[in-house]
């Protein structure tokens, strides 16, 4: 089992919807959590950074950490053609904080 | 603020050939520092890390290797190049205290021909 799993997709939603983007994580100990964006041939931007379960809230993105069911998301309101993007999830690894686990990413495309 | 700031930003290179990429850091002091590779539809895959001058530890074993001449100076290094060794490169620094995230750099495409 992979440390942190992620749906590759692709997903393809319509301009304005909601996008849901989702990972799971095997270790409970993990503590902190990131989602990255990355636009095709640029390394990884980091979108959200939450070390705590709930949610935390940045303009249109809410990331939401649920550590019971060692679950996370991101979630992307009025989506824009502008977020269409890979976006990564990463979580501290409680064996060595130097190195966070990356899922591998989900490719999103916004319908204009 | 903090930049990183790597190069080339695509590199061809043939079989055989060396190779060193370069990354720095401005804006931070003792952050530490990582080369990632990323194959086309695949995750991150950490080849090294660095939490000081000097101090560098390998991830995967492969014909790859790193130094860290400088504080803020990361290099990736290779002697003859494999077919294999192509991807996207990625540097990567953090600071050097607990829970502190991680920043990329703008990657070099490297395609070995």
């Known amino acids: 089992q992979k440390e942190v799993e992620q749906d590759p997709g692709p997903l393809s939603v319509p301009e304005g919807a909601i996008v849901s983007l989702n990972c799971t994580y095997s270790?409970?100990?993990?503590?902190?959590f990131m989602w990255y964006r990355q636009y095709s041939r640029k390394g990884p931007e980091l979108l959200m950074y939450t070390y705590s379960s709930g949610n935390k809230e940045d303009g249109r993105f809410t990331a939401q950490v649920d550590k019971s069911s060692k679950y996370i998301s991101l979630f992307i309101r009025d989506s824009q053609p502008s977020d269409s993007a890979t976006y990564l999830c990463a979580t501290n690894n409680p064996f060595g904080n130097e190195k966070l686990t990356f899922g591998t990413g989900t490719r999103l495309t916004i319908i204009p | 603020s903090q930049t990183i700031h790597q190069w080339p930003a695509t590199l061809v290179q043939p079989v055989g050939s060396p190779l060193s990429l370069e990354c720095t850091v401005e804006?931070?002091?003792?952050?530490?520092l990582y080369w990632y590779r990323q194959a086309a539809g695949r995750g991150l895959q950490l080849l090294f890390y660095?939490?000081?001058?000097?101090?560098i530890s390998s991830e995967v074993p492969q014909n790859l290797s790193a130094s860290r001449p400088q504080d803020r100076q990361f290099i990736l290094s290779s002697k003859k190049l494999l077919l294999s060794d192509s991807g996207f490169y990625l540097c990567a620094w953090k600071g050097g205290y607990d829970n502190s995230p991680l920043h990329f750099g703008n990657g070099t495409r490297l395609t070995v021909t």
């Open positions: 270790n409970s100990a993990f503590q902190y």
């Open positions: 660095s939490v000081g001058i000097g101090q």
């Open positions: 804006g931070t002091s003792n952050p530490n």
